[in-house]
């Protein structure tokens, strides 16, 4: 059964930048749709970026769009998420999710634990 572990997460000034990463172990991550999301205390988890199995197509959540960057290494079974000018409001714990379907498809059958990216002066 696929598994996913998340890392890269930390504590970073407004304006700085981390680079999370989503690695597989169990099966071929390139043959799944994958998809970062994040949950903010108290608040609802929410997606933020996908990246299909199809044609490694992606998409963004509007609050991210032009800061954020999905790819996948496929030699090291792994996706990534750059996340450039890093804002507070970005707080939050954050999981990849990988599933069969689509990006398209609302619920993902393989969670990680999460990585918490703090980001504060």
């Known amino acids: 059964q696929l598994r996913v572990v998340e890392s890269g997460g930390g504590l970073v000034q407004p304006g700085g930048s981390l680079r999370l990463a989503c690695a597989a172990s169990g099966g071929t991550l390139s043959l799944y749709s994958v998809g970062w999301f994040r949950q903010a205390p108290g608040k609802d988890v929410e997606r933020i970026s996908c990246?299909?199995?199809?044609?490694?197509?992606?998409s963004y959540r509007d609050s991210v769009k032009g800061r954020f960057t999905i790819s996948r290494d496929n030699d090291k079974n792994t996706v990534f998420l750059q996340m450039d000018n890093l804002e507070p409001d970005d707080t939050a714990l954050y999981l990849c999710?990988?599933?069969?379907?689509?990006?398209?498809?609302?619920?993902?059958?393989?969670w990680g634990q999460g990585t918490q990216v703090t980001v504060s002066s």
């Open positions: 990246i299909t199995n199809v044609d490694a197509s992606t």
């Open positions: 999710a990988a599933d069969w379907g689509t990006c398209k498809k609302k619920e993902f059958d393989y």
